[in-house]
């Protein structure tokens, strides 16, 4: 059974950092993309980053674009999201999820992040940023 654990939220003023973990079990992160959403109240689930090992691809949607870093530990079965200059609009639950590896890719791309071939999902983090 695939089980994915997100960490490291919390309460942050704007312009300050936070970094998330996921961590797996069941599962072979080298071996599959792992993406990042967010939630925010009221809005639909939206794609932030994902990293495929596999394809030596990382991909993030424009909103945090030189803010936000994925990496990602193969002893550690581990991805991480580094965020900073974190703004208001930041706030969400952040979660992780696991789909194969050619979906985060060049071609895997081109339609975007796509939310749908994600699963596995963890039970989310929550990022609060205030100003």
């Known amino acids: 059974e695939v089980q994915l654990m997100e960490s490291g939220g919390g309460l942050v003023q704007a312009g300050g950092s936070l970094r998330l973990s996921c961590v797996a079990s069941?599962?072979?992160?080298?071996?599959?993309?792992i993406g990042w959403f967010r939630q925010a109240p009221g809005k639909e689930r939206e794609a932030v980053s994902c990293?495929?090992?596999?394809?030596?691809?990382?991909y993030y949607t424009d909103s945090v674009k030189g803010r936000f870093t994925i990496s990602s530990s193969s002893a550690r079965n581990t991805v991480y999201l580094q965020m900073n200059s974190l703004k208001r609009e930041d706030t969400a639950t952040y979660y992780c999820?696991?789909?194969?590896?050619?979906?985060?890719?060049?071609?895997?791309?081109?339609?975007?992040?796509?939310?749908?071939?994600?699963?596995?999902w963890g039970q989310g983090t929550q990022v609060t940023v205030s100003s």
């Open positions: 999820a696991v789909a194969g590896p050619y979906y985060c890719s060049g071609y895997g791309l081109l339609s975007g992040l796509r939310v749908d071939v994600f699963d596995s």
């Open positions: 069941g599962v072979t992160f080298d071996e599959h993309s």
């Open positions: 990293i495929s090992s596999s394809y030596d691809s990382t």
